[in-house]
T-cell receptor, first 119, second 115 residues
Framework: EAGVVQSPRYKIIEKKQPVAFWCNPISGHNTLYWYLQNLGQGPELLIRYENEEAVDDSQLPKDRFSAERLKGVDSTLKIQPAELGDSAVYLC?????????????????FGPGTRLTVL | AQKVTQAQTEISVVEKEDVTLDCVYETRDTTYYLFWYKQPPSGELVFLIRRNSFDEQNEISGRYSWNFQKSTSSFNFTITASQVVDSAVYFCALSEAKGGFKTIFGAGTRLFVKA
């Protein structure tokens, strides 16, 4: 079974430039997450999708960040314009998850992340 | 509010030593889940274990064991006879019902196992 795929693995841009990250979850996983991980910290949730619906985007800075998962499969996270403080690793994860509590906390499978450096 | 504290920033041990990674959590909810994930140098977090708040039974999986104690709000992780391949950052995480089961991660403990 293929794991979560993310691209690019590394991205270096200048501040004020736009940037986009792509994620393809594990086949059959209807829940997709985007996390931000700063150096020496644990991942912080940016947005969670159930199929194509964003069910938790409370931590997404909507003035510059946007995300989409149009067909409920792969997803794109965009930053426009990027700021110096956005330098971090952006992780994508997926899980088999549904509305029932019994399955709502299935383990998450993570991709390798995209390391963003904003100069 | 939910919170996860991993007080140990870095731990260094020699191969074959036992090591315990501490995790203390805060929640006002009675329904919650606890997790441990491993992040090797490659960067991909790997799920190790999930435990729900109604199941305090400790678990052993090979060289790994977990001690869940609700009385002290702790979910500690022990590696027995550590190996160099255990070197990684380990994250404890919590999700609670009142928080919509959003997963909150601790800051992680970096484990170095020296040969």
């Amino acid at each position: 079974e293929a794991g979560v795929v993310q691209s690019p693995r590394y991205k270096i841009i200048e501040k004020k430039q736009p940037v986009a990250f792509w994620c393809n979850p594990i086949s059959g996983h209807n829940t997709l997450y985007w996390y931000l991980q700063n150096l020496g910290q644990g991942p912080e949730l940016l947005i969670r999708y159930e199929n194509e619906e964003a069910v938790d985007d409370s931590q997404l800075p909507k003035d510059r960040f946007s995300a989409e998962r149009l067909k409920g499969v792969d997803s794109t996270l965009k930053i426009q314009p990027a700021e110096l403080g956005d330098s971090a690793v952006y992780l994508c994860a997926s899980s088999r998850q549904g509305a029932a509590q019994a399955t709502v906390n299935n383990e998450q499978f993570f991709g390798p992340g995209t390391r963003l450096t904003v100069l | 509010a939910q919170k996860v504290t991993q007080a140990q920033t870095e731990i260094s041990v020699v191969e074959k030593e036992d090591v315990t990674l501490d995790c203390v959590y805060e929640t006002r909810d009675t329904t919650y889940y606890l997790f441990w994930y491993k992040q090797p140098p490659s960067g991909e977090l790997v799920f190790l274990i999930r435990r729900n708040s109604f199941d305090e039974q400790n678990e052993i999986s090979g060289r790994y064991s977990w001690n869940f104690q609700k009385s002290t709000s702790s979910f500690n992780f022990t590696i027995t006879a550590s190996q160099v391949v255990d070197s990684a950052v380990y994250f404890c995480a919590l999700s609670e019902a009142k928080g919509g089961f959003k997963t909150i991660f601790g800051a992680g403990t970096r484990l170095f196992v020296k040969a």
